[in-house]
């Protein structure tokens, strides 16, 4: 749906540098933009493409304003207004053609009318599925399972017995939901399987990102709240609780009955203990490792990161006598 | 399957010190636990809870009878106690219900008449598959696979061709077994394929998570003994072989031909390199990485847990010229 | 397809020494091959084998001669023989047999008459297949999605709408294609999804592990180059470009924008930031955190491996107070 200028900076509440009727088609990166399409600079990384790009129209900061070359749309944050002004030029429409075949699906469903099923999907006994959701290729829904309305499950998820979706819920291929927890006692030094009894509550906007896995419950629910974006890879342990509108970046792992915030960023690769809490607010940088509770916001970080391998190594050995070390030194000093 | 406490005093080796004639139908939490369910204590941070808990029996031990409010079952392994119970009041019973169709079955199979095969389960040829299974939707069994009695094939599983698995085996959905593993030899500067014609031999009572994946040997067999349990997006590299009645928490990955001793315990995240043997009875705690053998049982860590980004900041900028400081301050010493 | 040695020597560029009719059917380790057999010495952990071997014959460098009690195969580089010799005596055909059923195909497809499709596959409309490809059971392949010729994609595999696979590529079960990026922009504290409209293109002799995950690019291409190979349960962000011949080792996550150089060497669990470049020719040791780009070729390495416990928690204390302590001691060294 094409647009004019005057039409997104209205939509995205930017003020406007140029002509308002420039017909706008396609968003695009700086360096590759042509005629018709809007681009945006929001990452320093990419400003020296600003001056030469071919974009009809270029969202930015006024800072940036004086090396545009073209139109402009102005505002504090160009990321959340090319954010919306993308989301006015593709709304997304493309997953509701898969033939509808080979769908097999249980007793006492109440499956809305309007929902869209594809090949291949198998569907419990008992489960009920809100409407406009769409159910893609392969996904397995066994008994007892709820879906909200407007959900996406794109294909081959599984959603385990006796779990909870709310609204507007868009789950990524493969997606496990509801895998029993890692819940072992030991006795005689062999495991013994803990049933597995709670279940998980997934609340509205929650958006799951491929091959990621949530467990069930042990006794309680794993509940994942109103907002939260979970990127690919992350597993989230059972009894989590992970509060509204945190993001949780890729291979991230959380062990569980941990509690985290509300409106948290969790970087890439961190490793986050069971049974501790996380407060509001608390931004964690990739790789971390958090093994205590976090009592107050702020930004956190572990990790070494890279050097040159002949200098690491050199290092490495240093940290392993880092006490030793350091005691030695501290008594040579005092004795002094 | 409702119980009275004498009953479940006697089944769970624990002394009872109340009513015995106490129904119990359920377990709960501390702080959520109702009349009629019986509840445990055996982390610390649940303590404070016990006072005021609504439960009509709690399993923990003679420290903390004191404390509890009502019946008690007492034990010095509270949480042994508890997943006895729970195994009692919850017989595993959830996943026989799915319809059966859709079903592709190869030749000269050999399926027992009690395995329940579900929806969309594409089965190859010369499978064997031992009494009782469950075979869950989507699941792909290629050639010449062997699955013992008593397993657990949750849903969106894949057994690729000649592995081999036993008796009582979990397998959450997402587990892929038998893919090949990442052998690759380097000429001229680009990658040969090596062909992977090792199997998978999977031992009785092992349970694996979600989106886990486990690469078939190289020549020879990878190998999982008896009792192992692997939790969520686990990797185990080709021809590793992991010693019985060793677990293994989320996220961890284990690279090729390592050995990993019999009951040991390998914390989430955790990396592991090739070609390395660590021995029996080895703890190694979340997010630690181990590139050389491990000789002694005992308890090993690594990693650098987050602190306040702003502290780390300065910490690491001292990491990276820890040698060069540390001879710097030495030879100072020496000098004086 | 057995052979003699002189054939094997031929066509793996070795130099025979011993009997060249000797009949070659298998491969095995030194440990474990018996008459018939071929074996290989590239490992120093494995030298203590060769003495005793059984094997018909052994790949090695002339260094190990000395102590091969049997016909050898001698050059300078023993892997690369044998991967040519295993891929001789073991042609891949093992993935043509699956009976084909419930096979759901949508409108204007173009899938190449040798194409072999599995049971349970699903194949939205506009899909391009070309000669030779195999496409396993519980495959989906959503709209507008071209797959080259000779690819196997070995089942329960996820390739989303409008991605392009080029020829010989290998994907393993549970791997995804083209799913959305983690693109958010944030607003009062809320997430805005940002629609994802750029693709992923594969090149040529690719393979992608188990599980792995490669998302779509956000508004140009996500790009991975002729001759990759990425281990299991690997997540590459949207927009990334992975340079040709790279190798990513398992469990490796490469964050958004980022570009990885040609002939790289990334090992197991590493986490590389976005919006970096990493040069051609670097290697990266397992479970490093890039958070910067890396300029010049060569290895770079981060992390802490393990110690025991006890020392460990000792140093973890000192590597807190690290930018203090030194402070402290160089005040002193100062004064004094």
Redesign the interface.
């Known amino acids: 749906m094409p647009s004019t200028l005057e039409e997104l900076a209205k939509l995205s509440g930017t003020k406007l540098v140029g002509k308002s009727d420039c017909k706008i088609n396609a968003?695009?990166?700086l360096k590759?933009a042509n005629e018709g399409e809007i681009s945006f600079l929001s990452?320093r990384?990419y400003t020296s493409f600003l001056k030469n790009t071919r974009a009809s129209a270029v969202i930015l900061t006024e800072n940036d304003l004086a090396n545009c070359p073209t139109n402009a749309l102005i505002t504090d944050?160009p990321?959340?207004a090319?954010?919306?002004i993308?989301?006015h030029?593709?709304p997304?429409n493309?997953?509701k053609?898969?033939?509808q075949?080979?769908i097999?699906?249980?007793e006492n469903c109440k499956i809305d009318s309007s929902v869209s099923i594809?090949?291949?999907?198998?569907i419990?006994?008992n489960v009920t599925v809100g409407s406009n959701t769409y159910i893609?290729?392969?996904c397995?829904i066994?008994?007892n399972v709820t879906v909200g309305n407007n959900c996406l499950l794109?294909?081959?998820i599984?959603l385990?017995?006796d779990i909870k979706l709310g609204d507007e819920i868009?789950l990524?291929?493969?997606v496990?939901i509801g895998?029993?927890g890692?819940?072992?006692?030991?006795?005689n030094?062999?495991?013994?399987?803990?049933?597995q009894?709670g279940s998980v509550i997934v609340s509205d906007k929650v958006?799951i990102?491929?091959?990621s896995?949530i467990?069930r419950g042990a006794?309680?629910d794993t509940i994942i709240e109103t907002?939260v974006?979970i990127?690919?890879?992350v597993?989230i342990?059972h009894n989590v609780i992970v509060g509204e509108?945190t993001?949780i970046?890729?291979?991230t792992?959380i062990?569980g009955s941990t509690i985290v915030g509300k409106?948290c960023m969790i970087g890439?690769?961190v490793?986050i203990?069971g049974?501790i809490e996380i407060v509001d607010d608390v931004?964690?940088?990739?790789?971390?490792?958090?093994?205590?509770s976090?009592k107050s916001p702020?930004?956190?970080?572990?990790?070494?990161?890279?050097?040159?391998?002949?200098?690491?190594?050199?290092?490495?050995?240093?940290?392993?006598q880092?006490?030793e070390?350091?005691k030695k030194?501290?008594n040579?000093?005092d004795n002094?």
């Open positions: 968003v695009n990166t590759s990452n990384h944050n990321y959340l090319y954010a919306k993308a989301i030029l593709y997304d493309n997953r053609s898969l033939r075949d080979n097999v699906t249980g594809s090949a291949n999907v198998t419990g006994n893609g290729p392969g397995v066994e008994d794109i294909a081959n599984t385990c017995h868009i990524h291929p493969g496990v895998s029993d890692f819940g072992l006692a030991q006795e030094k062999q495991w013994l399987k803990i049933p009894i958006e990102g491929a091959n896995t467990d006794i309680e907002g974006k990127d690919n890879q597993q342990g509108h993001a970046a890729g291979c792992g062990a409106r890439g690769a490793g203990s049974h931004v964690i940088t990739a790789m971390s490792g958090v093994s205590n976090i702020g930004v956190y970080s572990a990790g070494i990161p890279v050097t040159e391998n002949k200098i690491w190594r050199r290092n490495i050995v240093r940290f392993r880092l006490d070390l350091i030194i501290m040579k000093l002094d």
